[in-house]
């Protein structure tokens, strides 16, 4: 081989070797070039689905809220019915209520105009009574077994007392009781050692009680 086929020979080894390097160099960058390429597919996939699992989270947690709202929304909103229904339910009861509070101011008043009638009626009434007891007082015994018109008269006062009690009209009881100023009316005091202090010794006038109401208050003496 001469010298020219020699370098002819080196000329061609060096565009193989060349080109063998180029192709090696060009397999390599594809390669890695792939590699990159799949390494970023799978981070944007995986990014992609880690987007994606949190957006449905969030879709789900606002789909709920809404549901929430929506459901407490219903059930705060009323329909327009009902509420008129309501409205005019709660009207009737405290008009009843009203009425029934009335009903019961206006037997309650009566009652009491009934009441002040009927005492002001007995208080007219007990003086006709002390007369009938004071004339009974001055026939004895004798002569009213005797007297005809006496016996009438006793009976007459008997049904006339017997009448006021069944009307609730009742005497109030002073002799031998202890002196209480909401039924008694102390107008004389004795020194009396034989009875207890503060006890009615006598009674000068009658008291009387319409049902629990003094109409008169007995007249009595006191023993200090």
Do not use: C, W
Request: proline share 1%; aromatic share 6%; no cysteine.
């Amino acid at each position: 081989m001469n010298a020219k086929d020699l370098e002819n020979q080196v000329k061609k080894d060096a565009v193989q070797n060349a080109e063998d390097a180029a192709a090696v160099e060009n397999e390599t960058v594809e390669t890695v070039d792939e590699e990159i390429a799949a390494d970023t597919a799978e981070d944007v996939a995986a990014e992609a689905a880690e987007m994606e699992a949190e957006n449905s989270e969030e879709a789900a947690q606002e789909e709920e809220t809404t549901e929430k709202k929506g459901f407490f929304k219903k059930k705060d909103k009323k329909d327009k019915k009902d509420e008129k229904i309501e409205e005019l339910n709660d009207r009737l009861m405290r008009q009843m209520a009203e009425f029934d509070n009335f009903r019961k101011r206006s037997e309650r008043e009566k009652s009491q105009m009934f009441e002040i009638g009927a005492k002001d009626i007995v208080e007219k009434i007990l003086p006709v009574i002390d007369n009938m007891e004071r004339g009974l007082a001055t026939v004895s015994e004798e002569e009213l077994a005797a007297n005809a018109f006496a016996q009438g008269m006793e009976k007459v006062y008997k049904q006339f007392m017997t009448v006021m009690e069944q009307a609730g009209v009742k005497p109030i009881e002073a002799l031998g009781a202890e002196f209480n100023p909401d039924f008694h009316n102390a107008v004389m005091h004795v020194d009396d050692e034989t009875v207890g202090e503060n006890i009615i010794v006598e009674e000068f006038q009658k008291g009387y009680m319409y049902k629990e109401s003094v109409v008169r208050h007995s007249m009595v003496k006191v023993a200090n």
